[in-house]
């Protein structure tokens, strides 16, 4: 657990209660026993979105229940946009792993977990984005949680996680206030490890990481298309606020 003032942009739960329900999608429960208390009182601050990368919704659901698997995450959101609930809101899920964001560790008492059905080789369908997409909103709406909250695995976790991946539509979100904006083109300026992991951190990409894995991750992020070596507009990337 990080210790002292919380970071910028994240703030603690621990008294938290979810707000009122708000319309959504009709959600069908199918309780996983991977779960627990969240620690330290800790609530949901976080919305962490992952994919599958398993052939079907099914096998990711049996998985996602298996004791011995010990992962788990909130929400199963399948292809065709049918939502299944493995673990309630106020309950610890097993989705995050090791990691952390905005200086912030254990992400998964601080945090509600999204699997989307993807094997990541593929787009992501239109029922399961709009099925997403109103959760979403469910949930920020329960708990509380800015656009900031709003983050992929591999954001909190890089090198050791890629997904949602690139063909995840993150500016879609962003146009609906459901996740951070990237920033506009950045102007020339000196371009080195030390000025691009500061912008990094300032945006929320604390995790310890080599220099190639943080830049897959700040790019899977806010900009999939970029590739080869640092670009002045690697260090555009939104501070938290």
């Not at 938290?16 to 069908?28: E, F, L, Q």
């Not at 979403?136 to 090198?159: F, K």
């Not at 979100?173 to 490890?193: C, H, I, K, Y």
């Amino acid at each position: 657990m990080a210790t002292g003032s919380p970071a910028i942009g994240i703030q603690p739960r621990s008294a938290a209660r979810p707000k009122a329900d708000v319309t959504g999608p009709a959600i069908r429960d199918h309780l996983s026993p991977n779960c627990g208390p969240r620690r330290d009182g800790l609530m949901p601050s976080l919305i962490v979105i992952h994919y599958t990368a398993m052939d079907s919704a099914a096998a990711a659901r049996d998985r996602l229940c298996d004791p011995e698997a010990e992962v788990s995450a909130h929400y199963l959101i399948a292809n065709n946009g049918e939502i299944l609930r493995l673990v309630p809101e106020d309950r610890r899920a097993w989705h995050a792993g090791a990691g952390e964001w905005a200086g912030q560790s254990d992400v998964n008492s601080r945090s509600i977990g999204i699997e989307l059905d993807n094997t990541g080789a593929h787009p992501f369908s239109e029922p399961q984005m709009r099925a997403l997409e109103t959760l979403l909103r469910q949930i920020m709406t329960r708990w509380n949680i800015a656009p900031e909250g709003v983050i992929g695995h591999s954001d909190m976790a890089p090198g050791r996680k890629c997904d949602p991946g690139p063909r995840f539509d993150w500016t879609r979100l962003a146009r609906q206030g459901l996740a951070r904006p990237a920033g506009p083109s950045a102007t020339a300026q000196d371009v080195n490890e030390n000025s691009f992991r500061t912008a990094a951190r300032a945006a929320g990409f604390t995790a310890d990481a080599p220099l190639n894995d943080l830049l897959a991750a700040t790019r899977l992020r806010f900009a999939p298309w970029r590739q080869g070596a640092l670009h002045p507009d690697d260090l555009n990337l939104p501070p938290l606020r």
